[in-house]
């Protein structure tokens, strides 16, 4: 028996290393599955434009990796499907023409650089370049990347020959992203040092049903009884929005997204004479299985300083022209494109004096559920016009019900902006330099 117990202790502990190195060998990581039982490790070489790849699974069988057209459907998706065999791995480049078993591509890109299998999970490695020149492989982009994965639990018993698999799905990541931690020396993004400022919080177990919520400023004349658990926000007579005069968006979150960075030079004014005086907070849940009786309690995390920031900073969007913006101009270090669930992808159109000029912001493939904004800094914006544009992936099949939050196809451009204004007086909440505050709706 001691033997045994000694054996279960020394295989997990090996397991837990395995894992562990994999977070220490890659830059980025994803769980791609709900089960948690699928999980993506890579790294992106900018010099040789190539990507290493780690995927991990909890079966002895096989699995497969892809990249769709932004769709999340399978069919039409390059893959590779790979497992482990008498301590050999296996795996082969493919593409999805059908719901049969994937085509064996000619040209194999996709290179085994280390496979594994153990305490019933396995661990393939590979690595491929973003452009392969084969017209049966996705190039791998900047932006938003829909991931595609299954895996079944016995090795196939031939490379056309596999059983159907126990678990599939989508999920999209950043594939590509330049600013990678693990690589960077610090010194060299001092200039673009970011705080977090606006931090979402999101109960656990509620993270399916919480879609996106917007948090905007209000001037008015509220009472104690104006501030209660919150409302439907299409249910009654509204009193919260007649109330919230000369609203604007302080922030916006989306699924998919993190906290809100902001530069460390860079800050969002309250508590002044022009500020907001209260502050509305409006979530929107996603319940296609209209579970019930569930209860809510996710927010907004704030932090706050009374240190005033060199810059203020605020939303706007692309329907601003030169005649609303201020005289010494703004800067535009971030910008977030929203299209609903039928967009495809979306850009901005920027033009000034007639002069067209580079793009603020572009998604090609944009995911509904995986909302996220670019952040980098754009040179100052003086005068222009900015139009968001999109294309829909798929034609309209279905009537939404009146007055419902999700409408289909229109397109939307958040875009953060540096104010070259004077300061508000901020908020006195607390006597320490900086401190926390907790915006919630409780329901």
Known sequence: MAVLVGLLLCLAAFQSTVSADLHSDYAHYAVLDPAEKMKLFWTADWDAKTVSFAV?????????????DGTGDMVGSDVVIGWVKDNKGYLTDRFVTSDSIPTIDKQQDYELTGSQESGGKTVLKFKRKFDTCDQQDRRLEKGVTNVVYAYGTEDPVSPMNIDKEVSKGSRSVLLLSKRDIRNIDKTGWTSFAMTANLEPIIKEGNEGLVHHYVLSGCHGNFTESDFHE?????????????????????????????????????????????S??????????????????????????????????????????????S??????????????????????????KHVRNGKKLPEIARLNNYDFDFQVGSVRFFPKICAGKCNGKCTKKRPMNRLLP??????PGK?????????????????????????ELIVSLQT
Not at 277 to 292: A, G, R, S, T, W
Not at 340 to 346: K, L, N, P, S, V
Not at 402 to 407: D, F, K, P
């Open 230 to 274: 919150g409302v439907h926000c299409l249910a009654g007579s509204r009193i919260m929005y007649t109330k919230c005069q000369k609203r604007h968006m302080v922030a916006v979150w989306t699924v998919g997204g993190e906290a809100v960075y902001l530069p460390s030079h860079v800050g969002v004014p309250i508590g002044g004479n022009h």
């Open 56 to 68: 991990e699974a909890e079966t002895t069988g096989w699995i497969e990796l892809g990249f769709s």
């Open 411 to 435: 397109a939307q451009l958040f875009i953060l902006c540096m104010f070259f204004s004077g300061h508000a007086i901020p908020t006195r909440r607390s006597s320490h330099q900086t401190g």
């Open 323 to 348: 005649t609303s913006l201020p005289g010494g101009g703004i800067k535009v270090f971030a910008a977030m494109i929203h299209i609903h669930w039928a967009g495809h992808a979306g850009w901005t």
């Open 276 to 321: 907001p005086n209260v502050f509305l907070l409006e979530i929107v849940y996603d319940n296609p299985q209209q579970i019930k009786g569930r209860q809510d309690s996710s927010g907004v995390k704030v932090y706050y300083t009374n240190k005033l920031q060199e810059y203020d900073s605020g939303i706007i969007s692309p329907m601003f022209n």
């Open 402 to 407: 009146v007055g419902l939050i999700l409408t």
